[in-house]
């Protein structure tokens, strides 16, 4: 009996146990683990706990700060005072500008200037760098023996060529007020340079526009009846090596069947170059086909997309084109960036037109440019201000300049490859752009 209760009894107390445990409060339980998450923002890189993951848009590793213009950049960091040649597409004009000069501009703390920036051409951004006269040269077609724009004497292994901008041409015209946004299909562009049209009122510009029974038709095909001076199409075209030319030779070629290829960086140029119209004249740059179009009644040319939107060229009036779908667009930013993603990523100097591009809403005239410089460097100091600046250029300039000025940021997976490239700039086999100085 004794035996038992004694049984019973310890029953009770281990019950009694259990129940003391089950009841114990919260605060007694074992804390759950926090683990350490990083956002990287375009202000700041913020730490913050979380218990078992990190949220969407965090990250458990610690970001890079390189690129970012932040504090711990190693882009801003120099390790001596240097002033830095540039020159080359006129293309890229606008964003060389922001990038190197002015509030905007790149200076890694005070320590890095750049030369005045003539924008005299891809051709004269090649030869430059390849004689050595610029630390920089910009141009819109790669330096190729393939695409024939490598200066003679030169090998292309011993350059790093950095895609630096993407952007769009257009097709500008002034016709006055009445005339905005005619569409123009990439054969007639070509037949106008070519001579083939030579006014206005001609019957394919008027059938384009929707014949002489719409408004925009009658008003075409009125300016020959009144016999206009503006009726007479005034050509216009770059007379120096141009990328932008390239690019407008790419477009005629692929969109417009029209005969013209590209031929070694300079094409269509000189006198009148290979271009059939007889009222033609050239002009230096992009800045300079802009104040042309501007000041001339009745005249056609090419430019780059930004420069239309610089104040004081509000004359220039921007053709309609289409896409390889057939689809009427006017430019923008966002078909412009539709071109590079159709292209693929599959960006090189082997690879590099982005003109014509398959699908819908896709700009035809679009181009990448490139900042080239020598892998082999002599000079620590330029060296790293060089690349250091490319990569600060190639990363948060995309996001807070580029569009600012008129251009498509690079896509994610050309700043990685404009990086990997600018790897191989170094001094004494020592990559500049990775040091901390």
Same mark, same amino acid.
């Given at each position: 009996?004794?035996?038992?209760?004694?049984?019973?009894?310890?029953?009770?107390?281990?019950?009694?146990?259990?129940?003391?445990?089950?009841?114990?409060?919260?605060?007694?339980?074992?804390?759950?683990?926090?683990?350490?998450?990083?956002?990287?923002?375009?202000?700041?890189?913020?730490?913050?706990?979380?218990?078992?993951?990190?949220?969407?848009?965090?990250?458990?590793?610690?970001?890079?700060?390189?690129?970012?213009?932040?504090?711990?950049?190693?882009?801003?960091?120099?390790?001596?005072?240097?002033?830095?040649?540039?020159?080359?597409?006129?293309?890229?004009?606008?964003?060389?500008?922001?990038?190197?000069?002015?509030?905007?501009?790149?200076?890694?703390?005070?320590?890095?200037?750049?030369?005045?920036?003539?924008?005299?051409?891809?051709?004269?951004?090649?030869?430059?760098?390849?004689?050595?006269?610029?630390?920089?040269?910009?141009?819109?077609?790669?330096?190729?023996?393939?695409?024939?724009?490598?200066?003679?004497?030169?090998?292309?292994?011993?350059?790093?060529?950095?895609?630096?901008?993407?952007?769009?041409?257009?097709?500008?015209?002034?016709?006055?007020?009445?005339?905005?946004?005619?569409?123009?299909?990439?054969?007639?562009?070509?037949?106008?340079?070519?001579?083939?049209?030579?006014?206005?009122?001609?019957?394919?510009?008027?059938?384009?526009?929707? $014949? #002489? /029974?719409? @408004?925009? *038709?009658?008003?075409?095909?009125?300016?020959?009846? &009144? +016999?206009? !001076?503006?009726?007479?199409?005034?050509?216009?075209?770059?007379?120096?090596?141009?990328?932008?030319?390239?690019?407008?030779?790419?477009?005629?070629?692929?969109?417009?069947?029209?005969?013209?290829?590209?031929?070694?960086?300079?094409?269509?140029? $000189? #006198? /009148?170059? @290979?271009? *059939?119209?007889?009222?033609?004249?050239?002009?230096? &740059? +992009?800045? !300079?086909?802009?104040?042309?179009?501007?000041?001339?009644?009745?005249?056609?040319?090419?430019?780059?997309?930004?420069?239309?939107?610089?104040?004081?060229?509000?004359?220039?009036?921007?053709?309609?084109?289409?896409?390889?779908?057939?689809?009427?667009?006017?430019?923008?930013?966002?078909?412009?960036?539709?071109?590079?993603?159709?292209?693929?990523?599959?960006?090189?100097?082997?690879?590099?037109?982005?003109?014509?591009?398959?699908?819908?809403?896709?700009?035809?005239?679009?181009?990448?440019?490139?900042?080239?410089?020598?892998?082999?460097?002599?000079?620590?100091?330029?060296?790293?201000?060089?690349?250091?600046?490319?990569?600060?250029?190639?990363?948060?300039?995309?996001?807070?300049?580029?569009?600012?000025?008129?251009?498509?940021?690079?896509?994610?997976?050309?700043?990685?490859?404009?990086?990997?490239?600018?790897?191989?700039?170094?001094?004494?086999?020592?990559?500049?752009?990775?040091?901390?100085?």
């Amino acid at each position: 009996m004794k035996k038992t209760l004694r049984s019973l009894t310890a029953v009770s107390i281990a019950a009694a146990g259990l129940l003391t445990v089950a009841t114990l409060p919260a605060s007694g339980a074992a804390k759950a683990k926090k683990i350490t998450c990083y956002e990287l923002t375009n202000t700041a890189l913020r730490t913050k706990a979380f218990t078992k993951a990190c949220p969407k848009g965090w990250s458990r590793s610690k970001p890079s700060l390189q690129g970012t213009n932040l504090k711990g950049d190693t882009d801003l960091s120099v390790p001596s005072t240097v002033t830095l040649a540039i020159n080359g597409s006129s293309f890229d004009a606008p964003l060389v500008g922001a990038t190197t000069s002015g509030s905007t501009g790149y200076t890694a703390g005070g320590k890095v200037s750049f030369s005045a920036y003539p924008a005299a051409g891809s051709g004269t951004g090649r030869t430059a760098i390849a004689n050595g006269s610029v630390a920089i040269g910009f141009s819109d077609v790669p330096m190729t023996a393939a695409a024939g724009t490598l200066p003679s004497g030169t090998t292309e292994a011993n350059y790093a060529q950095v895609p630096y901008a993407l952007g769009g041409a257009v097709i500008g015209y002034n016709l006055g007020a009445g005339l905005d946004n005619i569409k123009l299909t990439a054969p007639e562009i070509a037949q106008i340079y070519d001579g083939k049209i030579t006014t206005w009122s001609n019957s394919a510009i008027v059938a384009t526009n929707g $014949g #002489a /029974g719409t @408004a925009t *038709g009658k008003a075409l095909a009125d300016l020959g009846t &009144n +016999n206009e !001076a503006r009726n007479t199409i005034k050509v216009l075209y770059r007379n120096a090596g141009s990328g932008t030319t390239e690019a407008f030779t790419y477009f005629l070629s692929q969109a417009g069947n029209s005969g013209h290829a590209p031929n070694g960086g300079s094409p269509m140029e $000189g #006198a /009148g170059g @290979a271009w *059939g119209a007889t009222n033609i004249n050239g002009v230096a &740059n +992009n800045a !300079a086909m802009a104040q042309g179009i501007v000041n001339t009644l009745g005249s056609i040319g090419y430019v780059e997309y930004s420069y239309v939107l610089i104040p004081g060229n509000d004359a220039i009036q921007v053709a309609q084109l289409q896409d390889k779908n057939g689809q009427w667009l006017e430019p923008s930013l966002t078909n412009i960036a539709n071109a590079a993603a159709a292209a693929g990523s599959g960006l090189s100097t082997a690879n590099f037109a982005i003109t014509d591009e398959p699908g819908s809403n896709v700009w035809p005239f679009a181009t990448y440019s490139w900042a080239i410089v020598p892998k082999t460097q002599t000079n620590e100091g330029s060296c790293e201000a060089i690349t250091k600046y490319l990569d600060w250029e190639s990363h948060y300039a995309q996001n807070a300049i580029a569009k600012a000025e008129g251009y498509v940021p690079l896509p994610t997976a050309v700043r990685t490859y404009a990086r990997a490239l600018l790897k191989e700039v170094t001094v004494s086999g020592t990559a500049c752009v990775s040091q901390k100085s």
